[in-house]
């Protein structure tokens, strides 16, 4: 099915966590291709993200030369731009550099990306992870270990938060997360960056509110949920059915703000119980919102969203397009 006239940013992102899961997602490829050259995007300026796009469509289908094909002529659209925008599409470029055996022409195409590593909180990961598609895994970590000196020598005091940090949260926590896997010894930056998670996930528990919280209650847990305290079908919704359109839409809203790698926290009846403890009040939205962040720390979070035709986030058994997909919509 042809694409809509006159795409949107907004629009973009909606294909990008459908895309995937379409019936012809290569066939999503060559459509946004055709929108760029056809005039199709209601921002011009968004030429280069929906070619960007269409390359990691043809990419994750194994079809290189579209792929290459694609972010060539991403990378054209970005032009000379020192926003840092194009910095995904010369990664998704290396990446298929390296996939051919080109790693001399892939490390060259990342090297002018380093500057971005103090400066965009996603370049640590899709620079560290273009890298690691060449086995360079080492260079990553040296690359990030510059960063993150580069960026404290700036610095007249460590960072008290990860707000306080900015940028190099992100950096430290990539930098951490590859040290890990070349098993590593902890350095003074590898225990910065657990302080400050540590902090981040106490902030969370003390500051999250119950209208953003994004805990999950399966159908059999809600149930009891409201049950037990009545009143909480008010942040929660009154049945199952407005419990996870809510969630659903607010997925939708924090990808319209940029947010990647999403989850969902699954919550119980129990779990909300024993956080609030003798004394506390589980309809308060003070513990409810630490006990989201308890969760958000813990393992079986819901990754966010899945493919068009695979299983829906909530369990329902149904396809994500016959169920929880079209609630955000309602």
Known sequence: MPLKAD???????????????????????????HA???????????????????????????????????????????????????????????RLLFRAGRGDEAVAEL???RPLLTKDSDAAAYISAA?????????AEEWLSDAVRS???????????????GTLFFLLQQRHRIRHLL??????????????????????????APADDLLFFPQAEFDRLLEQWPSLAGPYGANWDEHRAHLEKEMVRLTGTGRTG????????????????????????????????????????????PERNGACWCGSGLKYKKCCLPRSRG
């Open 131 to 139: 890298l690691a598609v060449g086995g360079r895994t080492q260079l």
């Open 151 to 165: 960026a404290m020598a700036e610095r007249t005091a460590e960072p008290t938060s990860a707000d306080d940090a």
């Open 183 to 208: 098993d590593m010894p902890h350095d003074q930056h590898d225990n910065l960056a657990d302080r400050l998670e540590t902090r981040l996930a106490n902030a969370a528990a003390r500051d999250t």
């Open 7 to 33: 795409l949107t940013s907004a629009d973009l992102i909606e294909i990008r966590q459908s895309a995937l899961g379409a019936a012809d997602p290569l066939g999503v490829a060559a459509e946004l291709a």
């Open 262 to 305: 999403l989850t969902l926290l699954p919550g119980t009846v129990d779990g909300l119980t024993r956080f609030a403890g003798a004394d506390g009040d589980p309809t308060d939205a003070q513990v409810r919102g630490g006990y989201a962040g308890q969760v958000a720390t813990g393992p079986g979070q819901i990754n966010w969203p």
């Open 111 to 113: 090297e002018p990306l």
């Open 36 to 94: 760029v050259d056809a005039g199709g995007l209601a921002d011009p300026d968004d030429a280069g993200y929906a070619l960007t796009l269409a390359a990691e469509i043809a990419e994750s289908r194994n079809k290189a030369d579209a792929a290459e094909r694609y972010v060539e002529h991403a990378i054209e659209a970005f032009g000379t731009r020192d926003d840092g925008r194009a910095g995904p599409a010369h990664a998704l470029h290396a």
